[in-house]
Structures are given as C-alpha cells and as structure tokens.
C-alpha cells in the first residue's frame, strides 16, 4: 500500500506564502495523478488542484492565479505552491493519489494545517 506523507504547512500571514509537499512512498506502483484538498472548519473536503503524470493541471476557481501544482515523477512528490494567501484560504490541507499498483486505487494523506492570520 502506498502511504503519502504531507508537509509544509504552518502559519502566514495574509498576503504571504506557503510550500506543501507530498511524497508517496512504496513499492511497485506508478501514479496517474495526484491532487490537493482542503477542509476548513464545519465545511466539506473541496478541490485546490490536481495534476496528473503528463502535466495537465486542474485549478479550483478560488484559487487561479494564486496557487500553482507541480511534480516530480522520478521522486513521487507532488507540491502546492500557494501565493497571496488569504484568510479563507485557511484549513487542512490534504494530498491524494490514483495509485497503480495490483488494482487501481485512490488513496490520501494525513493532511497539514495551514492557518493564514495576521
């Protein structure tokens, strides 16, 4: 089973910027795509933003122009660059995979608090 482990996460100020990485580790396995997710307070896991193996990305609209999701394929890692960060921006930040292994699988991270306050 591939585990994904989070990190960067933390507090900002608004305005400032924030790194979070994750990395799947494992054995005998590719991945199709990895994403962010994010879930504040009381509200439902909503996507950021997705990339898969041959580099297309998908943005949620609240956060174009802001954040930007990148990999690398040779090290599993995924990363979530977040810039001009607001307020609202603030939850737990969690990675997910389509893992290819024996069967086709989804599977998610631990996930990493990220609190945007002055």
């Known amino acids: 089973q591939v585990q994904l482990v989070e990190s960067g996460g933390g507090l900002v100020q608004p305005g400032g910027s924030l790194r979070l990485s994750c990395a799947a580790s494992?054995?005998?396995?590719?991945?199709?795509?990895m994403g962010w997710y994010r879930q504040a307070p009381g509200r439902q896991r909503d996507l950021v933003a997705t990339i898969t193996s041959g580099g297309r990305t998908n943005y949620a609209d609240s956060v174009k122009g802001r954040f930007t999701i990148s990999g690398d394929n040779a090290k599993n890692t995924v990363y979530l660059q977040m810039n001009s960060l607001k307020p609202e921006d603030t939850a737990v930040y969690y990675c997910?995979?389509?893992?290819?292994?024996?069967?086709?699988?989804?599977?998610w991270g631990q996930g990493t608090q990220v609190t945007v306050s002055s």
């Open positions: 997910n995979a389509h893992v290819l292994g024996k069967t086709l699988y989804l599977t």
């Open positions: 494992g054995s005998g396995f590719s991945i199709n795509a």
